[in-house]
C-alpha cells in the first residue's frame, strides 16, 4: 500500500514538474501556429 | 527617420525588457500586429520571406495572437512594415503597454496555481475516506492504514491548496487592507479553515476531514477566475489591437522638400503632409492648395463633399476625395480631436464605468449573508444548544465550507467567454468586458445616419432618369478614372470600353475626344452644368455642344437596414435617426425606413444633450455611429456599436466593433447579450437554491465531507454546461 501510493505520488509530480515547464517553455503560447506548422514542408529550401 | 528609429527602438527595447539585457546593444526585438494571415502558408510567407533579409536573425510568426516577432540587428519598425506589406498583409507597429504585460503575467500565474490544484485534486479525490468507501471497502482497511492514508492525504492537499489559493488570498488581504470585505474572503477563510479544521481531525483520528473540500474549491474556484481573466484580457487585446491598427503612415516633406514616410503619431505641429487622393487625414491642418473636395462625412455627418481653398482648416478624420493635397499641420495626432467633443468622450467614459456588473452585485450581496449565516450558526450551537465549542466551531466551518461561491464565481464568467468568443467568430468585436450585460439593457437605439445606417461608398441615384446612352458614354470617360464618383458610374455601367486619350483635370473632371467631339465629365462649372442641384453630389457629362446631363450620388442604406431596425423594434427597441446632414437627405432615408422619427443637422454637443434628454426619461439607448461627431454620444451612451470602417475616434469610444457591410451583427449582438444575461441569471439562480439547500443541511451538522464534495462539483458543472447553451444566429449570407 505505502509503495504504491508513493509510486503514485511520484508518478503524479513528474508530471506536474513537466506541465509547469511546458507552460513556462511557452509551448502554449501558439496553439493555432503549432497545429498549422506541422503541415510545412521544412525540407524544402 | 533618425529621430523615429531611435523613438521607436527605444519603445520597442522596453517592450523586450528582460530578453534584451542578455545580449548585445544592437540586437533587437521588433513586434508587428500582422492583420490577413490565417493559415501554415501565411505562416511560410511571412518567416521566409522575412528572414531573407541580413538584418534579419530570427522571425516567429504567432498565429494565434497574429503577432510578428522579429530579432536581428538595428531593425527599422517602418522597413519591416514595408517589406511584411510587400508580402501581402497589412502590418502595425506593437508596443505592448505595462499593463497588458501584468496581465499576461497575471494570466500565467492564475494558469499555474490552476496546474498545481489540479495536481492536488486528482490526487486527493480518490484517496479520502469517502472515495474509499466506495472503491476500496471500508472493510478491507484497518484503523492503522487508514491512519497513514489520511496523513499522506494531508500531506498532499494542505501545499497544494495553500500554494495554489494564492490569487484569492492576495485579493482578500488587498481587500481587507483597504477596509473592505471582497468576495475572495469568505473564500479564502473557508479554505484554511477547512485545511485547519481537518489537521485538527487527523490529529484526534476522526474520519470527518475536509481536504478534497479544501482542494476543489480551490480548483474549482480558479478555474472561474481564469475564465473572467481571460474575458477581460480578450477584451481590453481587442481595443489596443483596433488602435495599434489605426497607426498609419504618412508622407511629410522634409525642410530639404524630400518626402519621408513616417508614422501618423509622429506627426509635429508645423509639418508639411501630402494626403493623396482617398486618404484620411490624421492630424488638424491648414490646406496650403487649392479646391480640392474633401468628405466630411465623419467629421460633420454632412454627405455632400465640400471643396476647401488655400488656408482653410482641415479636421482630422476628413477625407480627401479627388487630387493630391498638401496640409500644413496645426497639432498632433493625440490633439487633433475637436478639443470640445475629446472632453465630452471623457466625461461620458466616466459615467459609464459607474455601472456595476452583475456579478459583482451578487458579491455584493453574497458576502455578508455568508459571514453573517456562519457566525449565527456558532453562536446557536454554542450558547442556545450548549454543544462543544468544537462541534459548534465545527458546523459553522461547515457553512463556510458549502456556500463558497463556486457556482457563484462561475456563473458570469463562463457565460461571458463562450458569448464573446462566439460573437468574434461572427466578426463582431467587444471591447469593454461589461458591454454585453449593458447591451441586455437597451430599450432605444439611436442611429447615425452617413456611414452607419447607409454604406460609407457613393452611388449613382438618379439612375432611372438617366437613359442607356447617358450611362454608357458616361462610362466611356469614367472607367479610366478611380474618383469615387466615376468609379460609381463604372459600376453602374458594368465592364465596357474605355476612350481613347483620356485627359484628367485635377480636381475638375476628365476629358477625351470621342468622334471629333470633345467629352467631358466632371464638375458643375466645369462642364458647364446649371448648379441649381447643388444641396446633392452631382456630376456632369456633355458630349460636344449637347445639353449636359447630371448624375447624381448618394450613399445607399445598408442592405438590411430596414430589416434591422424591424428586428429591433420585434425586440422592444424604438430606432431614431440623429444626423448632422441636411434634413431632406435624412428625411429621404427616415422614409425608405418606414417612418422612423429624426433629427437633422445635430451637432456633438447636440447629440449629446440628445442622449442625455432620453437618459433623463429612464431610457437606456445603444448609441450605433460612426463619425468623429458621434464620438461624445458613443462614449455617453449606455452602450454603443460602431462598424469597423468607422473614424478612430468612434471606434474608440464604443463598446462594440463589427465587421462586414450588412448591420445584422446589431441584431444577433443583442440577442446574445440578452440570452447571455437570461444564463447568468438562470446560473445565480442554481447558485442561490444550491444554497438554500446546502446551508440548512450545513448548520444542523449533518453535511459529510462527501455530501459537501458532490454538492460543490455538481453545482460547478449545472453552471458551466447551462453557459455552453448560448446560440449565437448565423449571418444572413
Redesign the interface.
Given at each position: 500500500?505505502?509503495l504504491i501510493?508513493a509510486a503514485?505520488?511520484l508518478i503524479?509530480?513528474c508530471?506536474?514538474a513537466v506541465?509547469?515547464w511546458a507552460?513556462s517553455s511557452g509551448q502554449y503560447?501558439?496553439?493555432?501556429?503549432d497545429a498549422?506548422?506541422i503541415?510545412?514542408d521544412d525540407d524544402e529550401e | 527617420m533618425d529621430t523615429l528609429k531611435h523613438q521607436t527602438s527605444d519603445s520597442v527595447a522596453g517592450a523586450a525588457g528582460l530578453k534584451r539585457r542578455e545580449r548585445p546593444a544592437k540586437d533587437l526585438t521588433v513586434e508587428l500586429l500582422v492583420q490577413g494571415a490565417h493559415c501554415a502558408n501565411c505562416i511560410a510567407k511571412l518567416e521566409k520571406g522575412l528572414s531573407k533579409f541580413d538584418d534579419v536573425r530570427q522571425v516567429r510568426f504567432n498565429l494565434s495572437t497574429g503577432k510578428l516577432t522579429v530579432r536581428g540587428d538595428s531593425l527599422r519598425p517602418i522597413a519591416l512594415i514595408t517589406r511584411v506589406e510587400a508580402l501581402g498583409y497589412k502590418a502595425s507597429p506593437y508596443k505592448p503597454s505595462e499593463a497588458v504585460s501584468a496581465d499576461e503575467e497575471g494570466e500565467r500565474f492564475l494558469l499555474r496555481c490552476l496546474a498545481i490544484a489540479g495536481f492536488g485534486v486528482a490526487f486527493v479525490v480518490p484517496l479520502t475516506d469517502a472515495t474509499q468507501a466506495v472503491w476500496l471497502g471500508v472493510a478491507d482497511m484497518g484503523p492503522a492504514t487508514r491512519t497513514i492514508i489520511n496523513w499522506i492525504v494531508a500531506l498532499i492537499a494542505c501545499p497544494t491548496s495553500l500554494i495554489a489559493a494564492r490569487p484569492f488570498f492576495r485579493s482578500a488581504l488587498r481587500g481587507l487592507s483597504a477596509g473592505r470585505a471582497n468576495m475572495d474572503v469568505p473564500i479564502s477563510l473557508a479554505i484554511v479553515l477547512s485545511l485547519a479544521l481537518s489537521l485538527y481531525q487527523s490529529v484526534l483520528h476522526s474520519a470527518e476531514t475536509y481536504y478534497d473540500a479544501a482542494v476543489m474549491l480551490t480548483f474549482l474556484l480558479l478555474i472561474g477566475r481564469y475564465l473572467d481573466l481571460r474575458v477581460r484580457r480578450r477584451a481590453s487585446e481587442a481595443a489596443r489591437q483596433l488602435v495599434a491598427m489605426q497607426a498609419v503612415m504618412v508622407r511629410r516633406i522634409d525642410a530639404d522638400g524630400v518626402l519621408q514616410t513616417i508614422m501618423a503619431a509622429d506627426i509635429r505641429p508645423g509639418d508639411r503632409i501630402v494626403l493623396a487622393a482617398g486618404e484620411r487625414s490624421p492630424v488638424d491642418g491648414t490646406v496650403e492648395s487649392d479646391g480640392a473636395s474633401i468628405d466630411t462625412s465623419l467629421v460633420t455627418g454632412e454627405s455632400a463633399p465640400v471643396s476647401l481653398a488655400r488656408g482653410q482648416a482641415l479636421h482630422a478624420g476628413s477625407i480627401v476625395l479627388d487630387r493630391p493635397l498638401t496640409l500644413h499641420a496645426t497639432a498632433a495626432v493625440e490633439n487633433s480631436l475637436v478639443a470640445d467633443i475629446a472632453r465630452l468622450i471623457e466625461a461620458g467614459q466616466q459615467i459609464r464605468s459607474r455601472y456595476v456588473r452583475l456579478a459583482d452585485r451578487a458579491a455584493a450581496a453574497y458576502v455578508p449573508t455568508v459571514h453573517i449565516t456562519a457566525l449565527a450558526v456558532f453562536v446557536a450551537w454554542w450558547l442556545f444548544l450548549h454543544a462543544s465549542f468544537a462541534t459548534s466551531i465545527t458546523n459553522a466551518i461547515a457553512v463556510l465550507i458549502v456556500t463558497c461561491p463556486c457556482a457563484l464565481g462561475l456563473a458570469a464568467p463562463a457565460v461571458q467567454i463562450v458569448a464573446t468568443g462566439a460573437l468574434f467568430k461572427r466578426g463582431i468585436i467587444v471591447k469593454s468586458g461589461d458591454a454585453l450585460e449593458r447591451l441586455a439593457e437597451a430599450d432605444v437605439a439611436v442611429f447615425d445616419k452617413t456611414g452607419t445606417l447607409t454604406t460609407d461608398r457613393q452611388e449613382l441615384s438618379n439612375r432611372n432618369r438617366l437613359n442607356e446612352a447617358d450611362v454608357r458614354d458616361a462610362a466611356l470617360l469614367a472607367r479610366a478614372s478611380r474618383h469615387p464618383l466615376a468609379q460609381a458610374i463604372a459600376r453602374v455601367a458594368g465592364a465596357g470600353p474605355v476612350a481613347d486619350g483620356i485627359g484628367e483635370e485635377e480636381g475638375a473632371g476628365l476629358e477625351a475626344t470621342v468622334g471629333g467631339e470633345t467629352w467631358r465629365l466632371g464638375r458643375a462649372d466645369w462642364v458647364g452644368g446649371a448648379i441649381a442641384e447643388a444641396a446633392s453630389t452631382t456630376l456632369w457629362l456633355r458630349r460636344g455642344s449637347n445639353a449636359p446631363v447630371c448624375f447624381q450620388f448618394e450613399a445607399p442604406l445598408r442592405p438590411d437596414a430596414r430589416e434591422t431596425l424591424s428586428e429591433l423594434a420585434k425586440r422592444h427597441i424604438s430606432s431614431q435617426i440623429l444626423s448632422g446632414d441636411r434634413s431632406d437627405a435624412v428625411a429621404a432615408i427616415g422614409n425608405a425606413l418606414g417612418g422612423v422619427s429624426w433629427k437633422s443637422g445635430v451637432g456633438p454637443r447636440e447629440k449629446v444633450d440628445t442622449l442625455n434628454a432620453l437618459k433623463a426619461e429612464g431610457h437606456h439607448v445603444l448609441m450605433v455611429g460612426d463619425g468623429i461627431n458621434d464620438a461624445a454620444a458613443l462614449s455617453l451612451s449606455h452602450v454603443s456599436m460602431s462598424p469597423a470602417s468607422a473614424s478612430d475616434a468612434a471606434q474608440s469610444a464604443a463598446d462594440i466593433v463589427f465587421n462586414g457591410a450588412s448591420l445584422s451583427p446589431v441584431v444577433a449582438s443583442v440577442d446574445v447579450a440578452r440570452q447571455s444575461r437570461r444564463r447568468v441569471l438562470e446560473n445565480f439562480a442554481v447558485a442561490t437554491l444550491y444554497n438554500l439547500v446546502a446551508i440548512p443541511l450545513a448548520a444542523c451538522g449533518i453535511v459529510t465531507p462527501l455530501i459537501a464534495a458532490i454538492a460543490m462539483a455538481s453545482s460547478s458543472l449545472i453552471v458551466t454546461v447551462n453557459a455552453l447553451r448560448i446560440f449565437v444566429p448565423r449571418a444572413a449570407h
Open positions: 500500500m505505502g501510493l503514485a505520488f503524479g509530480v508530471a506536474l506541465l509547469l507552460m503560447d501558439d496553439p493555432e501556429g498549422a506548422r503541415l510545412l | -
